[in-house]
T-cell receptor, first 116, second 113 residues
Framework: AQKVTQAQTEISVVEKEDVTLDCVYE???????LFWYKQPPSGELVFLIR??????QNEISGRYSWNFQKSTSSFNFTITASQVVDSAVYFCALSDPGTAGNKLTFGGGTRVLVKP | NAGVTQTPKFQVLKTGQSMTLQCAQD?????MSWYRQDPGMGLRLIHY???????DQGEVPNGYNVSRSTTEDFPLRLLSAAPSQTSVYFCASKGGHGAYEQYFGPGTRLTVT
């Protein structure tokens, strides 16, 4: 069975601080996909990033960066120079093997509060 | 494109009542799914469909029925509502081969008293 653990339930920072969200996953499959979704206070879910299990290259996109380490089954997400608009719940998710994003298993979420 | 739409946005039911949560997408996506979101538990998959006429169970299917008669629509039916089904329900869709991200609807907040 697949499992995603987000140990941090809530993180509070002051604007312009960096925030790193931890995600640890469990799967027996060799091919899988990992995702981060954002849920702002308005409630909708917004796709942020996808990473394939066979691509460990880390990436930076604007103020967001991701650190995927297959050896430790971790897929951490960092917001650099946080802003109030980054306040949201962030979910890490793992897809069912071989389905390229179908059947997601979500972590419990980390609530990020950015104070001005 | 409207994307993924869900109706109603809010609903209150009494125990034992039945209702259907509506979900529609206008992106011609093959894959559609229903999740429920409970505090501290993230989202859990209820049912999913890989195309019209094809549905399957997810992680928490009990108490829910689905059907997929068209590509666009994927309704979720609660046959006899229970307080344990109080939750926020999200519908999602995803394209076929080469598509990875799921697009979520705005959610339906359901309370069963």
């Amino acid at each position: 069975a697949q499992k995603v653990t987000q140990a941090q339930t809530e993180i509070s920072v002051v604007e312009k601080e960096d925030v790193t969200l931890d995600c640890v996953y469990e799967t027996r499959d060799t091919t899988y996909y990992l995702f981060w979704y954002k849920q702002p206070p308005s409630g909708e879910l917004v796709f942020l990033i996808r990473r394939n299990s066979f691509d460990e290259q880390n990436e930076i996109s604007g103020r967001y960066s991701w650190n995927f380490q297959k050896s430790t089954s971790s897929f951490n997400f960092t917001i650099t120079a946080s802003q109030v608009v980054d306040s949201a719940v962030y979910f890490c998710a793992l897809s069912d093997p071989g389905t390229a994003g179908n059947k997601l298993t979500f972590g419990g979420g980390t609530r990020v509060l950015v104070k001005p | 494109n409207a994307g993924v739409t869900q109706t109603p946005k809010f609903q209150v039911l009494k125990t034992g009542q039945s209702m259907t949560l509506q979900c529609a997408q206008d992106m011609n996506h093959e894959y559609m799914s229903w999740y429920r979101q409970d505090p501290g538990m993230g989202l859990r998959l209820i049912h999913y469909s890989v195309g019209a006429g094809i549905t399957d169970q997810g992680e928490v299917p009990n108490g829910y029925n689905v059907s997929r008669s068209t590509t666009e629509d994927f309704p979720l039916r609660l046959l006899s509502a229970a307080p344990s089904q109080t939750s926020v329900y999200f519908c999602a869709s995803k394209g076929g081969h080469g598509a990875y991200e799921q697009y979520f609807g705005p959610g339906t907040r359901l309370t069963v008293t």
